[in-house]
């Protein structure tokens, strides 16, 4: 199982709704709060890319945000994801 690391903020609904996800499948997530650290949300930024959250890594690959997990479910790539036996294409 790889590490999945999640970004996120208490006031998100996308962030509850990517950490449900995780959820469903059992996964262990370390929770990255940003609420009230702006440079916790300023390195995700760097990281990412992008300054929404959640922000999401799975091992060193990095999802994206909720709408991102949710898609890789749906084409079936997120178990395999998980279990660090695929990397996502980027086609």
């Known amino acids: 199982m790889q590490d999945v690391v999640v970004y996120s903020s208490k006031f998100c609904p996308y962030c509850q709704r990517a950490l449900a996800l995780l959820a469903q499948k059992g996964v262990p997530v370390t929770v990255i709060s940003v609420d009230d650290q702006p440079q916790v949300r300023k390195t995700m930024a760097e990281k990412?890319?992008?300054s929404s959250v959640p922000q999401i890594w799975i091992g060193n690959t990095h999802v994206g945000g909720c709408d991102d997990l949710h898609v890789l479910d749906g084409?079936?790539?997120?178990?395999?994801?998980?279990?660090g036996t695929s990397e996502?294409?980027?086609?």
């Open 48 to 50: 990412a890319g992008r």
């Open 75 to 83: 084409q079936g790539l997120l178990d395999p994801l998980l279990a």
């Open 88 to 91: 996502p294409s980027d086609s």
